[in-house]
């Protein structure tokens, strides 16, 4: 069974420009988080999509958006780069809501702005 | 709101010596607690979880963690290190509605000495 796959794994973008990153989930798992991992800040949630809605929100600015598509698969978009937005972005994939108990990473985008 | 306190960011030790990573967490409602190993450049790793019951789980590698409600707290330990356990360990909670919104401590990073 393949696991979450992110992709692309690296990335260097300039201040100003805009990024989307990409996630496929485990087949049949529905639900796709998005989390950012900083050296300061830690491991943050962004977002969390369910059958194409977004169901959760984090505490960050409108340039972060992302959307999922009927087959699961989730895209990031970060609008406006700034240089603190150099992060690892992890998607992290589940079954269905309710009692669904873990989440499965991916291996995460890298994403550097200079 | 929920928040997670991982009392150590670093913790050395020597190879086959005993370890434990400590974690606190703060919920107004019941939750559900994880730890998860994140290897160099990999995304994040399921090592066990409590959901209810027993209060000591088991999981992978040989880890085990004890959850203790009245002292709010999840710590991770294993009898005996190896090298290869050299890795950061994330304490994380999640309201019981599913695993779709993790609040993650800071992390601490574990050195195995030879």
């Known amino acids: 069974k393949a696991g979450v796959t992110q992709t692309p794994r690296y990335l260097i973008k300039t201040r100003g420009q805009q990024v989307t990153l990409s996630c496929s989930p485990i087949?049949?798992?529905?639900?796709v988080s998005w989390y950012q991992q900083t050296p300061g800040q830690g491991l943050q949630f962004l977002f969390e999509?369910?059958?194409?809605?977004?169901?959760n929100k984090g505490n960050f600015p409108g340039r972060f958006s992302g959307r999922q598509f009927s087959n699961s698969r989730s895209e990031m978009n970060v609008s406006t780069l700034e240089l603190g937005d150099s992060a690892l972005y992890l998607c992290?994939?589940?079954?269905?809501?309710?009692?669904?108990?873990?989440?499965?990473f991916g291996q995460g985008t890298r994403l550097t702005v200079v | 709101a929920q928040s997670v306190t991982q009392l150590d960011s670093q913790v050395p030790v020597f190879e086959e010596a005993p370890v434990e990573l400590r974690c606190n967490y703060s919920?107004?409602?019941?939750?559900?607690l994880f730890w998860y190993v994140q290897y160099p450049n990999q995304g994040l790793q399921l090592l066990l979880k409590?959901?209810?019951?027993?209060?000591l789980v088991k999981g992978i590698n040989g880890f085990e963690a004890e959850f203790n409600k009245s002292q709010t707290s999840f710590h991770l330990r294993k009898p005996s290190v190896h090298i290869s356990d050299t890795a950061e360990y994330f304490c994380a909670v999640s309201e019981p509605q599913g695993a779709q919104k993790l609040v993650f401590g800071q992390g601490t990073r574990l050195t195995i000495n030879p």
């Open positions: 919920s107004s409602v019941s939750v559900y």
């Open positions: 409590y959901l209810s019951g027993s209060t």
């Open positions: 992290a994939s589940s079954l269905v809501g309710g009692l669904n108990t873990e989440a499965f």
């Open positions: 999509y369910f059958s194409e809605t977004q169901r």
């Open positions: 087949s049949g798992h529905r639900s």
